[in-house]
C-alpha cells in the first residue's frame, strides 16, 4: 500500500481502538490495512478510515444493504470504498453511481493505483475542489462531508466557492435521490 501512503500523507492519528470485529471471511489483506489504519485520516482528511458500523446506514438510500457491504473508507465529499461479497465498490453520491473498483485480490490495485491517479481524483472524487476549500472549512468529521450546494445533480456549478461542510445525514439521503 506504499502508493496510497505516498500518495496521500498521514493527516490525523488514531482516533479510535474500539474498532468492530470484522465479519469473518474478510480478507485478510483488508484486515491488516484497517488494523494499521483504524480511524486515521490521509492527505489533509480527505480521506478517513471510518468504522463500518459508521458508514453503512449512508448506504442504504443507495439500496445497499449493510448486512452485505463492508465499507471501510470515506472520501471528503461522501464517497465511500466497500468491499461487497468478492468486489471492492465505491459508492459516489456526487454522481449518484456504484462503481466496481476490483476483486477482493485487488486491494492493492484499488488503494494504489485507483485512488491515486490525479486525472481520476479530480473527475470522480473532486479532490481539486476539496484542496481548494479546505483551508476554509477544514477537517470534516466523520458524520461530515464536503458537498456542492447545490448539487451538481441539480444543475449546480463544479466551483469550490459552492463547496460547504454538511452532515452526512441531510446530504446523503438528499444525493441519493438526484
Not at 488494523?35 to 458500523?53: C, D, K, L
Request: charged fraction near 15%.
Amino acid at each position: 500500500m506504499t502508493g496510497f501512503f505516498d500518495t496521500h500523507p498521514l493527516h490525523a492519528q488514531p482516533r479510535r481502538d474500539d474498532a468492530p470485529p470484522l465479519p469473518e471471511g474478510t480478507p485478510a489483506g483488508l484486515v491488516a490495512l484497517l488494523a494499521e489504519t483504524a480511524g486515521q485520516s490521509y492527505a489533509r482528511g480527505f480521506w478517513s478510515f471510518v468504522p463500518p458500523t459508521q458508514l453503512g446506514r449512508w448506504m442504504a438510500p443507495w439500496g445497499l444493504a449493510e448486512a452485505g457491504c463492508l465499507p471501510f473508507l470515506k472520501g471528503g465529499f461522501g464517497h465511500i470504498v466497500f468491499l461487497q461479497g468478492a468486489e471492492y465498490k465505491m459508492l459516489n453520491p456526487v454522481f449518484n453511481t456504484v462503481d466496481l473498483l476490483g476483486a477482493a485480490e485487488d486491494l492493492g490495485f484499488v488503494m494504489d493505483v485507483l485512488l491515486c491517479d490525479r486525472p481520476s481524483l479530480e473527475a470522480s472524487f473532486l479532490i481539486d475542489l476539496y484542496e481548494s476549500a479546505w483551508p476554509r472549512l477544514g477537517d470534516p468529521g466523520d458524520e461530515e462531508i464536503y458537498a456542492l450546494v447545490p448539487a451538481l445533480g441539480l444543475g449546480g456549478p463544479r466551483t469550490e466557492a459552492q463547496v460547504q461542510l454538511r452532515s452526512m445525514a441531510s446530504e446523503m439521503p438528499l444525493l441519493a435521490q438526484l
